[in-house]
């Protein structure tokens, strides 16, 4: 069954460093796709970026990239120079593309908070 | 602009009643998903629907039902509310395809209280 895992209730980061918030997740599907949000305390779920199985590369958008390990079934989100408005919840998600309908399953979430 | 609107933003109900929460996607996605939030537990997938007509269970299907007798509508039936049920409750749909991004894109919510 497909499972998505965040160990991380919490993190901490300072203005302008970088941070890695960990999601691990398991399928027996050889195609799925893999997503982070990002959820403000607004509510709204904003897609950050997207990871395909197949890639080959990881996936980066402007300061996010997807540290993408497949056979440690990792797929890390790194944000690079962490802005004050980068504090919210963090959701890894994953779908399986050959079975299960594509249903789309998320983790327990990460609240990072950026400090001054 | 691709949007998912969500009927309520806020809901209370009394322990017993039937509820209706509506979905509707105007993107034409096939795919429909009713996930729960609650602190600590991340989203939580109710049910899905794949297809007008077509449901799927997800992890936490008890107490509620659901219909899609449109494809841009997906409502979330609880049969007789009860207090446990209290949560935020967000809806997404997605295109059903086989590869690239197939992200989801998520209604604003409803906070649903049952008391």
């Known amino acids: 069954a497909q499972k998505i895992t965040q160990t991380q209730p919490g993190m901490f980061v300072q203005e302008k460093e970088a941070v890695t918030l960990d999601c691990t997740y398991d399928?027996?599907?050889?195609?799925?796709?893999l997503f982070w949000y990002k959820q403000p305390s607004s509510g709204e779920m904003i897609f950050l970026i997207y990871q395909g199985s197949y890639d080959e590369q990881n996936a980066t958008e402007g300061r996010y990239s997807l540290n993408f390990q497949k056979a440690r079934k990792s797929a890390n989100l790194v944000i690079s120079a962490s802005q004050l408005g980068d504090s919210a919840m963090y959701f890894c998600a994953m779908r399986e593309l050959n079975t299960g309908f594509q249903k789309l399953v998320f983790g327990t979430g990460t609240r990072l908070l950026v400090s001054p | 602009d691709v949007k998912v609107t969500q009927s309520s933003r806020y809901l209370v109900k009394r322990t017993g009643e039937k509820v209706f929460l509506e979905c509707v996607q105007d993107?034409?996605?096939?795919?429909m998903f009713w996930y729960r939030q609650d602190p600590g537990l991340g989203l939580r997938l109710i049910y899905f629907?794949?297809?007008?007509?077509?449901?799927e269970k997800g992890d936490i299907p008890e107490g509620y039902s659901v219909s899609r007798e449109k494809k841009e509508r997906f409502s979330l039936i609880l049969e007789s509310a009860s207090t446990n049920q209290t949560s935020m409750y967000l809806c997404?749909?997605?295109?059903?395809?086989?590869?690239?991004?197939?992200?989801?894109?998520f209604g604003q919510g409803t906070r649903l209280t049952v008391v």
């Open positions: 997404a749909s997605s295109p059903q395809q086989l590869g690239g991004n197939t992200e989801a894109f």
């Open positions: 993107m034409d996605h096939e795919n």
């Open positions: 399928t027996s599907d050889q195609s799925y796709g």
């Open positions: 629907s794949y297809d007008v007509k077509m449901k």
